[in-house]
């Protein structure tokens, strides 16, 4: 089956830093997204990624702190800006297999990768 | 806008026996419907989803059940087993490229 792949799987970082986040799937998709899931609780979307242009961004996530790039249609990152430990979370990314062919979903099923553990010190 | 709720946000359950997890929406214009599973450090996996032109739909041990008068949905587990264990979420379908997801019923088998 299809796979989406997270890089890195969990970090452990500084305060005032920034984190990239990888998400690369090995099938064609259509749409790319990003969530956020804080510790216990459940996913909040945060933008879709549109490729070769910038992203769409959810009320309460802005562009400066969450800088979003799609340069292809199999390649998304997701930087975490000038942390702090409020943005301690698992980063999520989904995606929309093409036709829906890579899943047992339907034309429009989202499905996620891994994650990315972030905690902020 | 959508909202999507949980009755109970944990279940403890026998192994061998059926697991009943419930979620409601708010919005009757919702046409579709998922349910995900996730185990501890791990990203949602994909487990059913039903339309709104349908009121069930079976899979592999799990069926959804789809109320759309009273706006319910429904996850039934036959025979539950301890590989079970892990938060499923339900997530609805506002458009085509905005789901919203509910706040995940933690699922606990005793062996």
């Known amino acids: 089956s299809a796979v989406i792949s997270q890089k890195p799987s969990r970090d452990i970082c500084q305060r005032g830093t920034s984190l990239t986040i990888q998400c690369q799937v090995d099938?064609?998709?259509?749409?790319m997204f990003w969530y956020r899931q804080q510790p216990g609780q459940s996913l909040t979307l945060i933008a879709t990624a549109n490729q070769g242009s910038e992203a769409t961004y959810e009320s309460g996530f802005v562009i400066d702190k969450f800088p979003i790039s799609r340069p292809n249609l199999t390649f998304s990152t997701l930087t975490v800006s000038n942390m702090s430990p409020e943005d301690s979370s698992i980063y999520l990314c989904?995606?929309?297999?093409?036709?829906?062919?890579?899943?047992?979903?339907?034309?429009?099923?989202?499905?996620f990768g891994p994650g990315t553990r972030l905690t902020v010190l | 806008g959508e909202s999507v709720g949980l009755h109970l946000p944990t279940l403890s359950v026998q192994e061998g026996d059926n697991s009943i997890i419930n979620c409601a929406y708010s919005n009757s214009a919702s046409d579709y419907f998922i349910w995900y599973k996730q185990e501890s450090g791990k990203g949602p996996q994909f487990i059913i989803d039903i339309r709104s032109n349908m009121d069930k739909r079976q899979g592999q041990r799990v069926t959804v059940l789809l109320n759309k008068t009273v706006k319910h949905l429904s996850l039934q587990i036959a025979a539950t087993q301890p590989g079970d264990s892990a938060v499923y979420f339900c997530?609805?379908?506002?458009?085509?490229?905005?789901?919203?997801f509910g706040p995940g019923t933690s699922l606990s088998v005793i062996p």
């Open positions: 989904s995606v929309v297999w093409l036709l829906g062919l890579a899943g047992e979903g339907g034309t429009d099923t989202q499905y």
């Open positions: 099938s064609q998709v259509t749409m």
């Open positions: 997530a609805v379908e506002t458009s085509y490229d905005k789901v919203i």
